[in-house]
């Protein structure tokens, strides 16, 4: 079984019902099966922890802790973060291009991304995964490219398209590029001034 698919659910599940906050709790303490260093007993701890507070759900709301505390006993799982995300919580402090994009196909929107490959070669990457063509709106190399993006993720959230569509990125905002760009000087700046290395 994958952890990560479950937690997943838990998460996209506390996004869509802010008012539950059981559904909050839950995904956060999930959340902290895929830390590094986290042993079988760990997990099995956090699976524990997540069927005591599954009692508190609404009824119409599914629970995973069972079947995840079964997985954990089989030894029939894996908990890892997909390799496509992972070094954005492995690798956080290289340096590397914030960019953004736009599309025909998502007009009055905006692509968020990092990646440490060559800019040309990450478009490319994404047309060839999502089947449309992008346009480089503005790129910049900077430190701590995935910890820049995560934050300038997390204080435009308001703007993210809701509703990922399945099969396409759910990194776009329907924000303008001066607002988007500003928040990425901004919080570029706040890194520097605590001197994140």
């Known amino acids: ?13 506390s996004k869509r019902n ?7 709790k839950i995904a956060a303490v999930a959340r902290g099966m895929f830390s590094a260093g986290v042993s079988r007993n760990d997990i099995l701890a956090t699976v524990m922890e997540i069927q005591s507070l599954e009692v508190f759900l609404p009824k119409n709301l599914t629970r995973y802790g069972k079947e995840l505390e079964l997985a954990v006993l089989s030894g029939n799982f894996t908990a890892k973060r997909p390799y496509q995300i992972r070094h954005k919580y492995e690798k956080q402090h290289l340096s590397g291009v914030i960019y953004l994009l736009s599309s025909p196909q998502k007009r009055g929107r905006l692509k968020l ?4 490959l060559p800019i040309e ?12 063509q992008v346009k480089l709106v503005a790129a910049k190399t900077v430190k701590n ?17 809701a509703g990922r569509t399945e ?4 990194e776009w905002y329907a924000v303008s590029y001066a607002k988007m760009w500003k928040q990425i000087e901004a919080t570029e700046k706040k890194l520097m001034s605590v001197n994140i290395e």
């Open 1 to 13: 079984m994958d952890f990560y698919q479950k937690y997943k659910l838990m998460a996209q599940r």
């Open 18 to 24: 802010p008012q539950c906050k059981v559904s909050e």
């Open 121 to 132: 070669k990450r478009i490319a990457l994404f047309e060839s995964k999502y089947g449309y």
């Open 145 to 161: 490219v995935f910890l820049l993006e995560n934050m300038v993720s997390k204080s435009l959230d308001v703007y993210r398209v």
């Open 167 to 170: 099969g396409d990125s759910n």
């Open 113 to 116: 991304g990092a990646t440490t």
